[in-house]
C-alpha cells in the first residue's frame, strides 16, 4: 500500500471537528476533484477505527439512494430489518434506531447535492458522525477544505511511490520538481503519474515531463488507475464529473479562464473580454459555481487563479467549444489595450499596476499572437519590453524586442514600417546594455528602411536620427553625432508643435553633446529650455523631468557652481526614487552624481557611501562588463586616491580600464581618460612614496 503522505495534520484537524459537536457533527471535505477527499476519508476511517465500536458505514452516493443503501447495510450487516409497510424515510429511522451501540462513523462519499442526502441523516444524537466528502461548499456544515500538497510533499509523495528506484529521484531532482509543478502538485495526479513510473522503471522524469506536455490530460500515465488505488478515476475522468455539473454559460467562462496565462488573474481584466455579458451574472457564475466546484481559486481581492491540471481540462474541453476563437480573440483584444498603456518610463506606481497583467500579455505575444492584427500585431512585445526596459532589467526586455522583429519580419515583410520601428526599439536597448556594435547597425537598417518608406519629413525618421546620435553621442563619435542632432531637432520643429515633448527630448540631447565637448554656454540654454518645456508638458512629477533636473546639475557641478547644482541633483534623485523605486538604472546615476558633486568639494565621508550604493546597484541590474561600471569603478578609484587609499584606487582604475577597453574600444574619449587617470594616479603616488 501507499504510504499517506502529507496529510496528517488534517486527519488530526478533521478528528477533531467531528467530536466538537454532541449533537450531529458534520465535516464535509471539500474539494477539487483529486486532491484526495475519499483518501483522506478512508485514512481517517482506518486511524480511527478504534473510536467507533459502533461500526464504520460507507455509502458510495452516486451509485444509488442513499436511503435504500442505510437499508440495505443495516440488513447485512446488524440483520435489521424494518416493517415493509413503512416508508423508506421510515425505514431509514427505524434502522438507526437498532443500530449497533457505540459511536459510529457514517461516511457519505461524493456528495453533489446535500439536500437529497440530508433527509437521512441520522436523528441527533452524540454517537452517529457523519462524514461527507464533496467538491461543492455546503454552506454552515462544518468543512474541512483540502488545497493541494505542498511542494516538498508532493515530491515526498513521488519519492514514496518510487521506493523501489529511489536514485531516479535524486539524480534528476531539478525535473522531478518541474514535473511535480506541472501536475500541480495535486495528489491524484502525483499518485497516478507515480505509479506509471514506477512500472517503467527505464523511463526517466525528463521523457515522462516530455510526453504530459505533448499529450497533457491525455497521456496514459494521467488516465489509468490501478486497481488498489482509492480513486479509480483517471484525472481526465474525475474533472469530468465537476464539469457534467455545470451550465453552458459556466463551460463558457471555465474555457475563457483557461486562455489566460497559468498565473493569478485580474478579474477585471475576465470581465473585459466578455463586454456583453452583465458583471453579476458573470459574478454568480464565479461565485456558485466555478469556486463553489473548487474549480477556481480565490487568490486575494479581485485575483483568481486556476489550478494547472483545471487549466488544462478546460482548455481541452476549449477545443470543442463553438465559441472558442471569439473568446481567443476576444482575450487579445483585452490585452493589447492593456499593453498599450504601458509607457516607455513607468514609475513605480504604474508599475506595479500592470504587473498583475504582464503574464497575460506575454501568453497573449507567445501562444495567440495569430489572433492579434496586423495594426496590433507589435503591442504585446512592446508592452512587457516596455515593462522591463522602465525598470532597467534590461536583460528581461531584450527578448521581446528581438521576437517582435521576428515576429513583424515574417508577418508584414522586411520593408514594413512597423519592422523599422521594431529595429529601432531593439537597438536602444543594445545601445542601454553597451552592446555599441549590434545598435549602430540596427539603428542605421531602421533609419534608411524609414526613408525609403515614409516620407523624409516624418517625425519618426527624425527618430531615427535621434537615436543614431544618441548611439554615437555615447561612443565618444561627437563629430558623428552633432549633425544628426541638429537635422533631428530642426524636423521635430517642422513637423510638430514646438511645445512637444519630442522637442524637448532633442533640446537635453544636443545639450548633452555641447556638455561633453566642454560646451557649457551653448549646453545651458538648451537644458533650461528643456526642462521648462517637460515641466509644462509633462507635469513635476516625470521621470523625463528628473533627468532634466539631473543634466542641469551636472553642467552647473562642472562650472563649479555648486550651489546651484546640489538642489538639482538632490530634487532628481527624489523624484527618481518616488517614481521609479529604489533599484532602479537612473537611481544608480543620481546616487553616483550627488556623490561626485560631494567629491568635488571635498566632503569625502558624504561621497564614498553614495559611491558605493551606486555601484552596487549598477552591479546588480548591468550585470558586472557595462560601461557605467567602469565609471563607477573610476570615480570611486578617484575617491580613494585623493584619501590616500592608494591600494585600493589602483585596483579599481585597473578595473575600469580593463571594462572601457572591451567594451569602448582603446580609442574611445573615455577610455583615453581613464588611462589617463591611471597614469596620473601612477606618478603621484611615486611622487608621495
Avoid at 556623490?595 to 548591468?622: H, M, T, V
Wanted: contains cysteine; negative net charge; aromatic residues 8%.
Amino acid at each position: 500500500m501507499v504510504k499517506f503522505v502529507g496529510r496528517e495534520k488534517e486527519l488530526q484537524t478533521l478528528h477533531q471537528i467531528l467530536q466538537q459537536n454532541d449533537r450531529v457533527a458534520i465535516a464535509a471535505i471539500a474539494g477539487m476533484g483529486g486532491v484526495g477527499k475519499t483518501e483522506l476519508a478512508l485514512q481517517y476511517a482506518i486511524t480511527y477505527r478504534e473510536t467507533y465500536n459502533g461500526g464504520i458505514c460507507w455509502l458510495f452516493v452516486r451509485v444509488g439512494d442513499v436511503g435504500i443503501q442505510i437499508v440495505q447495510f443495516a440488513r447485512t450487516h446488524f440483520d435489521v430489518n424494518p416493517p415493509e409497510d413503512l416508508d423508506l424515510l421510515a425505514q431509514v429511522q427505524y434502522c438507526f434506531s437498532r443500530w449497533c451501540d457505540g459511536d459510529v462513523l457514517l461516511v457519505l462519499d461524493d456528495v453533489t447535492d446535500y439536500q437529497q442526502v440530508y433527509i437521512y441523516l441520522p436523528p441527533s444524537s452524540s454517537r452517529f458522525k457523519v462524514l461527507i466528502t464533496t467538491r461543492q461548499h455546503l454552506g454552515r456544515i462544518a468543512q474541512l477544505s483540502l488545497d493541494v500538497l505542498q511542494p516538498e510533499v508532493g515530491l515526498e509523495l513521488l519519492k514514496s511511490l518510487l521506493k523501489e528506484t529511489p536514485e531516479r529521484i535524486e539524480r534528476e531532482l531539478t525535473v522531478a520538481n518541474q514535473l511535480a509543478g506541472w501536475l500541480g502538485y495535486l495528489p491524484l495526479a502525483l499518485e497516478l503519474v507515480g505509479r506509471y513510473l514506477a512500472r517503467k522503471q527505464d523511463l526517466t522524469l525528463a521523457e515522462m515531463l516530455r510526453r504530459l506536455q505533448k499529450k497533457r490530460l491525455e497521456q496514459a500515465a494521467l488516465a489509468e488507475p490501478e486497481a488498489d488505488m482509492t480513486s479509480q478515476r483517471g484525472t481526465l475522468e474525475a474533472f469530468e464529473l465537476s464539469w457534467q455539473e455545470l451550465a453552458d454559460a459556466d463551460k463558457q467562462l471555465g474555457c475563457l479562464l483557461s486562455i489566460f496565462a497559468a498565473a493569478p488573474i485580474p478579474w477585471y481584466l475576465v470581465e473585459q473580454c466578455l463586454p456583453e455579458k452583465d458583471e453579476e451574472e458573470i459574478e454568480e457564475i464565479r461565485d456558485d459555481k466555478l469556486l463553489n466546484l473548487h474549480l477556481l481559486q480565490r487568490k486575494a481581492e479581485g485575483i483568481y487563479q486556476l489550478h494547472p491540471l483545471v487549466r488544462e481540462f478546460f482548455q481541452y474541453k476549449l477545443t470543442g467549444l463553438e465559441q472558442a476563437e471569439e473568446l481567443k480573440r476576444s482575450l487579445c483584444r483585452v490585452m493589447v489595450a492593456v499593453a498599450k498603456e504601458i509607457p516607455q518610463t513607468p514609475t513605480l506606481e504604474e508599475i506595479t499596476a500592470v504587473s498583475p497583467a504582464i503574464p497575460h500579455i506575454a501568453e497573449v505575444a507567445n501562444r495567440l499572437i495569430e489572433y492579434v492584427s496586423d495594426d496590433d500585431l507589435i503591442w504585446t512585445f512592446i508592452g512587457n519590453a516596455s515593462f522591463y526596459n522602465g525598470q532597467g532589467l534590461y536583460d528581461k526586455a531584450a527578448p521581446w524586442f528581438e521576437q517582435c522583429l521576428e515576429v513583424t519580419k515574417k508577418r508584414l515583410g522586411k520593408e514594413h514600417p512597423v519592422v523599422a520601428n521594431s529595429l529601432n526599439n531593439l537597438a536602444l536597448l543594445y545601445k542601454s546594455q553597451g552592446r555599441y556594435s549590434e545598435a549602430e547597425s540596427l539603428n542605421i537598417q531602421a533609419l534608411a528602411l524609414r526613408r525609403k518608406v515614409l516620407p523624409e519629413e516624418h517625425p519618426v525618421v527624425a527618430n531615427s536620427l535621434n537615436n543614431l546620435a544618441l548611439l554615437y553621442k555615447s561612443q565618444g563619435r561627437y563629430s558623428e553625432a552633432e549633425p544628426l542632432y541638429i537635422q533631428a531637432l530642426a524636423l521635430r520643429r517642422k513637423v510638430l508643435p514646438e511645445e512637444h515633448p519630442a522637442v524637448a527630448t532633442s533640446l537635453n540631447n544636443l545639450a548633452g553633446l555641447y556638455y561633453s565637448q566642454g560646451r557649457y554656454s551653448e549646453a545651458e540654454p538648451l537644458y533650461i529650455q528643456a526642462l521648462a518645456l517637460r515641466h509644462k508638458l509633462l507635469g513635476e512629477e516625470h521621470p523625463d523631468v528628473a533627468t532634466s533636473l539631473n543634466n542641469l546639475a551636472l553642467l552647473y557641478q562642472s562650472q563649479g557652481r555648486y550651489s546651484e547644482a546640489e538642489p538639482l541633483y538632490i530634487q532628481a534623485l527624489a523624484l527618481r526614487r518616488k517614481l521609479l523605486g529604489e533599484e532602479h538604472p537612473d537611481v544608480a546615476t543620481s546616487l553616483n552624481n550627488l556623490a561626485y558633486l560631494y567629491y568635488s568639494q571635498d566632503r569625502y565621508s558624504q561621497a564614498e557611501p553614495l559611491y558605493i550604493q551606486a555601484l552596487a546597484l549598477r552591479r546588480k541590474l548591468l550585470g558586472e562588463e557595462h560601461p557605467v561600471i567602469a565609471a563607477s569603478l573610476n570615480n570611486l578609484a578617484g575617491l580613494y586616491e585623493s584619501q590616500g587609499r592608494y591600494s585600493e584606487a589602483e585596483t579599481l582604475y585597473l578595473q575600469a580600464l580593463e571594462i572601457y577597453e572591451q567594451r569602448l574600444g582603446k580609442n574611445h574619449p573615455q577610455t583615453i581618460a581613464i588611462k589617463e587617470n591611471l597614469t596620473s594616479f601612477l606618478e603621484n603616488r611615486n611622487l608621495s612614496n
